[in-house]
């Protein structure tokens, strides 16, 4: 069965960095797509982006451009998002999801979640 | 970037009401919208897909509409596990976005 499997809370610094994972398993991870989404605080969802982990290639909502770099690892099935230079605005939950591209654009499956919450 | 409006923000009925959810995109998004179920906690289960498909081992009681700009999520006979927050979300054009949410509680 299809399982993202994201890594755990971060408590990071403003201005630093870091570099959530999810790894996917139950399906071909380079023939589908992988999604990131925040959720803030008792707020709705934005979409970050998008990688091909087939090919390396990415689509970012303008929003997170220069904020989020997404990357993939064929030989472990696991996507990455970094986020930099860190404010507590980016404060959050962040989903890991799997869509099928053209052929089936929504989200059916979703990782747990990872929290990152930026404080000093 | 296409508006996903939402109503209401938060609703609440009893066992066994019939609850409709409203979702207004600012432009014609072709029926690409999708529904989904988030419980405290959890991430979000998608419910429906292409306005009104319904996913794989989702009950029947929740069923999607529409066309155009306005599309609706109707749950049948509420159930208490049926208790959470609700978001719409448009994959017509880029940036993907998401309504804001309607929270369902009971009455």
């Known amino acids: 069965q299809v399982q993202l499997q994201q890594s755990g809370t971060e408590l990071v610094k403003p201005a630093s960095s870091v570099k959530i994972s999810c790894k996917a398993s139950?399906?071909?991870?380079?023939?589908?797509?992988m999604h990131w989404i925040r959720q803030q605080p008792g707020n709705g969802l934005e979409w970050i982006g998008w990688?091909?982990?087939?090919?390396?290639?990415?689509k970012y909502n303008q929003k997170f451009d220069g904020k989020a770099t997404l990357t993939a690892d064929k030989s472990s099935s696991t996507a990455y998002m970094q986020l930099s230079s860190l404010t507590s605005e980016d404060s959050a939950v962040y989903f890991c999801?799997?869509?099928?591209?053209?052929?089936?654009?929504?989200?059916?499956?979703w990782g747990q979640g990872t929290l990152v919450t930026v404080s000093s | 970037d296409i508006r996903m409006t939402q109503s209401p923000a938060s609703l609440s009925a009893s066992l066994g009401e019939t609850v409709n959810i409203e979702c207004l995109a600012s432009?014609?998004?072709?029926?690409?919208l999708a529904w989904y179920q988030q419980k405290p906690g959890k991430s979000p289960q998608l419910l429906i897909y292409?306005?009104?498909s319904l996913q794989n081992g989702v009950p029947s009681r929740f069923s999607g509409s529409g066309s155009g700009t306005q599309y609706s999520l109707k749950i049948n006979s509420l159930q208490s596990e049926d208790v959470a927050t609700y978001f719409c979300?448009?994959?017509?054009?880029?940036?993907?976005?998401f309504g804001a949410g309607t929270k369902l509680e009971l009455k």
């Open positions: 432009e014609d998004i072709y029926s690409d």
């Open positions: 979300q448009q994959y017509n054009n880029y940036p993907y976005t």
């Open positions: 990688i091909y982990p087939g090919n390396g290639n990415t």
């Open positions: 292409n306005a009104n």
């Open positions: 999801a799997r869509s099928r591209g053209f052929r089936g654009p929504w989200f059916a499956y």
């Open positions: 139950g399906y071909t991870f380079t023939s589908n797509y």
